[in-house]
């Protein structure tokens, strides 16, 4: 009798803890606002807190790939989803890409200077002598990658690579614009609609770079994670991205 009461009570113990499993969902910098809203109405829905974890979609990617512990990933591009992919760490099925970004190039809030982004635009002019811009790495880290294309296609690429700060993620380059280390960015649109220390001067035109797009993916299957990833995608979720400034695709 004394054996049967223990394992009910074993029995009694495990389930709240199956239901309260905890998500961990590694995204993409630029996601870090409206994550933030989106979890907080998860719990009011009455889920358990879903675990975030905010850097570069390559800083991120890698970790995967060395085994931290990861339920969702959502990148900035597709390249490095596609790089997970190719390792076969995702879960191909559950893959999708319902958000998309823009690309701009701010100055500190205090500056008055509006660009025209089209060929032959010359944007160490806007940097003086010795000024310096700032982007996420290009090497790795897809706002920097689109900014390389987007400057390649205008033209001013060659001449402005060599005045370049190499940010670890977009967040990190927008920081240093607002703290006016620096006198001009390429972040995304919505990074800068979230901070009062930039403004836009800019937008790259939309031909200029490959889409800005936002793919997501289950990394573990598990129904506690398919069910974060439904609802990040889901409607309730739709209507904070559009506030924060992504676009719907």
Do not use: C, K
Not at 85 to 114: F, Q, Y
């Amino acid at each position: 009798m004394r054996l049967v009461l223990t394992v009910l009570a074993l029995l009694v113990v495990a389930v709240p803890a199956a239901r309260a499993q905890t998500v961990t969902v590694l995204a993409a910098a630029s996601l870090t606002d409206a994550f933030g809203e989106i979890g907080r109405a998860w719990v009011a829905a009455g889920n358990p807190p879903v675990r975030f974890s905010f850097a570069a979609s390559s800083a991120l990617a890698r970790q995967i790939e060395q085994g931290a512990p990861a339920d969702v990933f959502v990148s900035a591009d597709e390249q490095w989803m596609d790089w997970l992919a190719a390792r076969r760490l995702i879960v191909p099925d559950t893959r999708v890409a319902p958000i998309g970004n823009r690309l701009a190039l701010v100055v500190p809030a205090a500056s008055t200077v509006v660009v025209d982004l089209r060929p032959g635009f010359d944007l160490t002019a806007l940097l003086g002598r010795d000024g310096r811009w700032v982007t996420g790495d290009p090497a790795s880290v897809p706002a920097g990658r689109y900014a390389q294309q987007a400057l390649t296609a205008l033209g001013a690429w060659e001449a402005a690579r060599t005045r370049l700060v190499r940010a670890e993620n977009v967040r990190a380059a927008l920081a240093l614009v607002e703290r006016g280390e620096v006198p001009a960015g390429v972040v995304y649109t919505t990074d800068a609609a979230a901070s009062r220390g930039v403004r836009v001067a800019g937008v790259f035109p939309e031909g200029s770079h490959p889409p800005v797009v936002y793919p997501m993916a289950l990394v573990r299957e598990s129904e506690a994670a398919r069910r974060v990833l439904a609802f990040l995608t889901g409607p309730e979720a739709l209507p904070v991205y559009q506030r924060f400034g992504f676009s719907m695709r």
